[in-house]
């Protein structure tokens, strides 16, 4: 009977020591990697971020050259000490056209002072030549007239994509007014921003 016992405890030992040793081991499983889609969605474009609102005019404004519309160049740079007033126009913009006379009248009334008066047309010189001359001629626009490129058109309009817009800048390259768009008596607010830098 010790035989059976012992035989009988020997063989459950070697059972249970087969069963653990059967292949029943837990793995661990691996993430696989993520694989991008075949096909993916074309990301949407993100917006540009909008340019900080100017204070006063960058060295990189300043210096940059602009061409007049009879080839010839200057730079704002030439003009410090002055107080500037730039106005961006378009030859096919109503507005521009009814707001050149009112300007034109306080250009007129500021000879001889301290004052520089720059208009910059926003539209392409290979296309719009001969529109930006007639356009000149027709309203008699006095002021240095220049082509502004994507580059200085996007700075000086702070983000804003509306003509006209006319800026008015201090004898310290500081913007003191900054106005878009055109209603009747604007010559006014012009005049008063000028006297009010000239001080």
């Not at 029943?24 to 949407?44: G, M, W």
């Not at 030859?91 to 520089?116: H, I, M, T």
Request: with cysteine.
């Amino acid at each position: 009977m010790k035989k059976l016992l012992l035989l009988l405890l020997i063989a459950t030992a070697c059972t249970v020591f087969a069963f653990a040793q059967s292949g029943r081991r837990v793995a661990t499983r691996t993430a696989a990697p993520i694989q991008p889609p075949a096909n993916p969605e074309p990301e949407a474009p993100q917006p540009e971020p909008e340019p900080v609102a100017l204070r006063f005019l960058p060295e990189k404004v300043l210096q940059r050259r602009i061409r007049t519309l009879d080839n010839n160049y200057f730079r704002l740079a030439d003009f410090q000490g002055k107080v500037i007033v730039i106005n961006l126009w378009a030859s096919w913009c109503g507005p521009c056209r009814r707001e050149v006379p009112e300007y034109e009248a306080v250009r007129r009334d500021f000879l001889g002072r301290n004052v520089e008066f720059i208009g910059l047309t926003t539209e392409d010189p290979g296309d719009a030549t001969e529109k930006v001359n007639n356009f000149v001629r027709k309203t008699g626009f006095g002021f240095l007239l220049g082509w502004a490129d994507r580059e200085l058109t996007r700075t000086l309009m702070h983000g804003q994509r509306a003509i006209p817009q006319t800026l008015v800048i201090d004898t310290n390259g500081n913007f003191i007014d900054h106005y878009i768009g055109y209603s009747p008596g604007q010559g006014m607010r012009l005049r008063q921003a000028l006297e009010n830098a000239l001080k």
